[in-house]
């Protein structure tokens, strides 16, 4: 909503969302040259912004500034997420990746495949794979549905999807 707000103002359209006219300018906008960020915090567009005016003349200015401003304050999250999907991918191959082979790569697959599952469960505490109640398990899971496989995987392990084959660590 916040968002819709703001491009709406930035219309500068009257009530019957006809254009502006600069006789109607100073009665419909008094506002500065400031702006509020999706977290609430108003910050100026200009040095003294706060006691700056927007005039119909500079309009287009202020348009310009906010979107630029509302456009780079996520700046620093998107480049933190940048860093750490090339860690994943690195950079100069991020483009000839789809974003499904991207999603994949993040994500893992989103089809629970129980043969991988089951190759790379380790069993602790005397239990075997061979056991009657471990078999029954796995014989279970695969009659699940892929949406209960992936309800299952984030019950026991806090995710929906599996990592990929090649990057399970063997301990």
Not at 60 to 86: D, P, T
Not at 88 to 98: A, H, S, Y
Not at 124 to 137: D, K, N
Request: proline share 4%; aromatic share 10%.
């Amino acid at each position: 909503a916040t968002d819709f707000s703001c491009w709406n103002a930035l219309q500068f359209r009257d009530e019957d969302g006809q254009a502006i006219t600069h006789a109607k300018f100073a009665e419909l906008f008094q506002c500065t040259f400031t702006t509020c960020l999706t977290d609430g915090t108003e910050v100026p567009l200009l040095p003294d912004g706060e006691n700056t005016l927007v005039t119909y003349e500079r309009r287009e200015e202020f348009r310009a500034a906010v979107v630029k401003a509302r456009l780079g304050e996520s700046a620093q999250q998107l480049s933190k997420m940048r860093a750490g999907l090339c860690s994943v991918i690195p950079e100069p191959l991020l483009g000839l990746v789809t974003w499904e082979e991207l999603e994949r790569r993040v994500c893992g697959s989103p089809d629970v495949d129980v043969a991988s599952l089951r190759r790379h469960t380790r069993y602790r505490g005397g239990l075997e794979e061979s056991e009657a109640h471990i078999q029954m398990f796995w014989e279970v899971l695969e009659g699940f549905s892929q949406a209960d496989r992936r309800l299952f995987l984030r019950f026991a392990w806090g995710r929906e999807r599996l990592p990929l084959e090649s990057d399970y660590t063997e301990h």
